[in-house]
């Protein structure tokens, strides 16, 4: 019963089945003794009545004939208001007070009348049932007669309705019936609507409990049904309370845990048991083609044979309690960028073990391994031809076969030449290495680019001398202001002309000009030399690239200016490239470079 009615059905049932004993059980008692009562009354009176008609027979000294009997039966029938009648001992009716004495042959035999039976073998006999002459019950009381005033033997029956008794006692019962259908309809009514207001109290009480186990934490239970039910409404807030206040710190943890994991610079991707991605953070769609990694697996994500090896190794090497060694190893992806791997056994609560491995980018760490590893080996490079040459002709200076003091002077200048070459090497690599570490601040203040390209001329005309090259200017005579740092801008000019009259074929003029643009100037210095083919347009700015292997030794050359110049156009916010050859022109090279117009009120520096 437990398991399949519920609480309010058990309730109802068991409070309908003690109203209904209570109700029906002490009537009931009562209406059956009072119906033993009116059973009894009745048979004593058929007793009495049946007394009374033998001796009233007893009287008459000679019933000659059958229908005096009957007649006599009739009067007396009539004055007691009951059915008598005179059953031979075979059960053939002999008279009867209620049926014309010329139809008494027709009557059946009444030898099966149980009240007949019953008197023939104890004297009396009695039966209550329903007689369709009278249309109601009857109770039959018979007695055996035998040799009255000359009647032959036999059985008189007296048929007597019930007592008085039995019709208020039935009117009683039908009003009593009819008191309690109606007091059944009243007390169901009251009952519905009792439980239906201690039904709605309890409906909202689980509806609460229900809503807060879906995680609506902040409801609570206002209405209590009874306050037998406060200790549970109070328990049940209560969990409410702590839960909402343990999923607050849970959430807030969380993420904080997510801010981290997302701003991490590494990317991070968590495995489960089977080997299937089941998180990653925000940097792991650097790594991945598309949005939806969730799922797959590594391979499908990055291919990389060897991370989805060792991912699955981790895994499987991951066993009960103790975790694995975590796996540290290299991938390159597609696009030349590499990663550092860490792949890690990790506890996965709901199906046993996983792993999480983490990606960090080491492309820049490379790259500039390489940068010093290309370094070194290109100052090495770099300064191994002029020391050995420094060392062989300081060697025959010092051998025992001096040369001549003409040849000595001769080595003398081959050794400060290239001794002067070193110095210009390392002073251009101590500038670009405080370029590139930022301790060269460009002052960036209004200034004539007009000057600076006369002062860095001045600085290297003595070059251009002794090959008759002429600078022609094409600036602006009364100057271009621009914002930059003086010395820094001289060095870019300097730089770009020591090479125009490097590689410029003699007598022919070297040309500055310059194209005002909005917001920026764009200046440029133009040469008639050999020109640079188009290959090596962008790595001529790299540090130490020449193109001088095909054009045999360019004096003083150090392969550094032009990075030197990139270096402080980019701390000046602008830009250098070369055009070669010159436009209309098959030879020649035109270096450009980009900086920023000055302000309109700021100060100008200017040198003369
Ligand atoms: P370097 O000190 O050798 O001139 P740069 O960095 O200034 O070094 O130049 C790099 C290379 O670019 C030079 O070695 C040369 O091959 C080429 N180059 C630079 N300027 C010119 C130019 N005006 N004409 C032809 N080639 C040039």
Redesign the pocket.
């Known amino acids: 019963m437990n398991g399949s009615y519920s609480f309010r059905t058990r309730m109802i049932l068991t409070f309908w089945i003690m109203l209904l004993a209570a109700l029906l059980l002490p009537p009931w008692y009562y209406f059956r003794s009072l119906a033993s009562q009116v059973l009894e009354e009745s048979r004593e009176n058929a007793i009495q009545q049946l007394d009374f008609v033998q001796w009233t027979l007893h009287r008459e000294k000679q019933i000659p004939s059958a229908e005096d009997l009957n007649r006599l039966l009739v009067e007396i029938g009539d004055k007691l208001s009951v059915r008598l009648s005179y059953i031979a001992e075979g059960g053939k009716v002999i008279a009867d007070s209620q049926v014309p004495f010329s139809e008494i042959p027709n009557l059946e035999n009444h030898a099966a009348r149980p009240e007949i039976i019953q008197s023939l073998s104890q004297e009396i006999g009695s039966s209550l049932r329903f007689s369709g002459t009278a249309g109601r019950d009857l109770m039959y009381m018979a007695r055996r007669i035998t040799g009255i005033a000359g009647i032959p033997p036999g059985v008189l029956r007296v048929a007597a309705p019930l007592s008085k008794m039995k019709e208020p006692v039935d009117r009683l019962k039908v009003s009593f019936l009819i008191f309690l259908g109606i007091f059944f309809i009243a007390i169901a009514a009251i009952s519905y609507l009792l439980i239906r207001r201690l039904n709605n109290p309890i409906r909202a009480l689980i509806e609460t409990a229900e809503a807060i186990s879906s995680r609506d934490y902040a409801r609570r239970i206002r209405i209590s049904p009874g306050h037998e039910f406060h200790p549970l409404t109070q328990a049940i807030n209560r969990m409410a309370d702590s839960i909402q206040v343990q999923i607050k710190t849970v959430t807030e943890q969380k993420q904080e845990l997510e801010a981290v994991f997302n701003a991490m610079q590494e990317c991070v991707m968590v495995l489960d048991s089977g080997g299937r991605i089941i998180r990653v953070n925000q940097t792991f769609a650097r790594l991945s083609s598309g949005d939806d990694v969730i799922g797959r697996r590594p391979l499908e994500v990055i291919s990389n044979p060897e991370l989805q090896k060792i991912s699955d190794d981790t895994i499987k090497a991951t066993a009960g309690d103790t975790l694995a060694q975590p796996h540290n190893f290299q991938i390159v992806l597609g696009d030349e960028r590499t990663y550092d791997v860490n792949i890690v056994g990790l506890p996965d609560q709901k199906k046993g073990r996983g792993a999480v491995a983490v990606f960090h980018e080491i492309t820049e760490l490379k790259r500039l391994e390489k940068v010093r590893q290309d370094f070194v080996a290109n100052v090495s490079h770099e300064l191994r031809t002029p020391l050995t040459s420094i060392k062989g002709y300081t060697e025959t200076l010092l051998s025992e076969k001096k040369p001549d003091r003409e040849t000595s002077q001769a080595f003398l200048q081959v050794i400060l030449k290239n001794t002067n070459h070193m110095v210009k090497m390392v002073e251009d690599l101590l500038q670009l290495a405080r370029l590139e570490a930022h301790q060269l601040p460009s002052k960036l203040i209004s200034v004539n680019a007009a000057s600076a390209l006369l002062t860095a001329w001045r600085s290297c005309r003595h070059h251009a001398e002794g090959k008759n090259i002429q600078l022609e200017s094409l600036l602006p005579p009364d100057g271009v202001l621009v914002s930059a740092d003086f010395d820094q801008l001289v060095q870019v000019f300097r730089?770009l002309l020591e090479?125009?009259i490097?590689?410029s074929p003699s007598d022919h003029p070297i040309t500055a000009f310059c194209t005002l643009g909005s917001g920026e100037v764009t200046f440029a210095i133009r040469?008639e030399?050999?020109?640079?083919s188009k290959k090596h347009h962008q790595r001529?700015f790299e540090r130490f690239?020449?193109?001088?292997k095909h054009r045999g030794d360019?004096g003083g050359?150090?392969?550094?200016?032009?990075?030197i110049c990139r270096h402080i156009l980019l701390h000046h916010n602008g830009r250098i490239w070369v055009q070669s050859p010159n436009e209309g022109s098959t030879k020649g090279?035109t270096?450009f470079f980009t900086l920023k117009k000055a302000p309109a009120s700021s100060v100008t520096q200017s040198h003369s």
């Not at 050359?557 to 990075?563: C, E, I, K, Q």
């Open positions: 730089n090479n125009s490097r590689y040469d030399g050999p020109g640079i001529i690239y020449r193109v001088e360019q050359s150090t392969g550094l200016g032009l990075a090279a270096f």
